[in-house]
T-cell receptor
Framework: DSGVTQTPKHLITATGQRVTLRCSPR?????VYWYQQSLDQGLQFLIQ???????AKGNILERFSAQQFPDLHSELNLSSLELGDSALYFC??????????????FGSGTQLSVL | SQQGEEDPQALSIQEGENATMNCSYK?????LQWYRQNSGRGLVHLIL?????REKHSGRLRVTLDTSKKSSSLLITASRAADTASYFC?????????FGQGTTLQVKP
């Protein structure tokens, strides 16, 4: 158990819909990272938050947004969903800002299926 | 875009044999990390090697880093069936940890 909690574990929805994925980092960790894993694209970095502020951005679509709340949990919002958004979405956390030599602790992921 | 590219994409060996996976990356890094993923589950950190290190050991794992060639290798010695998983290298730079496509390792009992 990594200590990172993601909910829900599975999500099935339809094209055009909007969903919210939730992540609770390990106790004491200030950074939260979101990754998308699909067969064709591999593991893609989406975005990082540190202590409530956006710190790094990757290949995140404009239809996607995220935030980190004062209690450090994070939410990833996916809107106007398309079939291609079907993927496994991971949240990870680390203790610092991510600029030093830190390892990430991953949650078990949310499997999103867009039908 | 991927930071790392693993080679081979898939590897099948017998229990007890050594498994070697290679990783090449594109840009400069602060460190290179290896992670393991069991089918459909979250990634687990295995080992981190800093850009000023050349070799690091952890149990049955040995990682090398050649910054001049922008490459790293992961050696798993005396493999076990439980080592069956996907292995990813990831380069860290300015807060982003960018993963390669991974090597799928199958260890046959």
């Amino acid at each position: 158990d990594s200590g990172v909690t993601q909910t829900p574990k599975h999500l099935i929805t339809a094209t055009g819909q909007r969903v919210t994925l939730r992540c609770s980092p390990r106790s004491g960790d200030l950074s939260v990272y979101w990754y998308q894993q699909s067969l064709d694209q591999g593991l893609q970095f989406l975005i990082q938050y540190y202590n409530g502020e956006e710190r790094a951005k990757g290949n995140i679509l404009e239809r996607f947004s995220a935030q980190q709340f004062p209690d450090l949990h994070s939410e990833l919002n996916l809107s106007s969903l398309e079939l291609g958004d079907s993927a496994l979405y991971f949240c990870a956390s680390s203790g610092g800002e991510g600029t030093t030599n830190e390892k990430l602790f991953f949650g078990s992921g949310t499997q999103l299926s867009v039908l | 875009s991927q930071q790392g590219e693993e080679d081979p994409q898939a590897l099948s060996i017998q229990e007890g044999e050594n498994a070697t996976m290679n990783c090449s990356y594109k840009t400069s890094i602060n460190n290179l990390q290896w992670y393991r993923q069991n089918s459909g589950r979250g990634l687990v950190h295995l080992i981190l090697i800093r850009s000023n290190e050349r070799e690091k050991h952890s149990g049955r794992l040995r990682v090398t880093l050649d910054t001049s060639k922008k490459s790293s290798s992961l050696l798993i010695t005396a493999s076990r069936a439980a080592d069956t998983a996907s292995y990813f290298c990831a380069g860290s730079n300015t807060g982003k940890l960018i993963f390669g496509q991974g090597t799928t390792l199958q260890v046959k009992p």
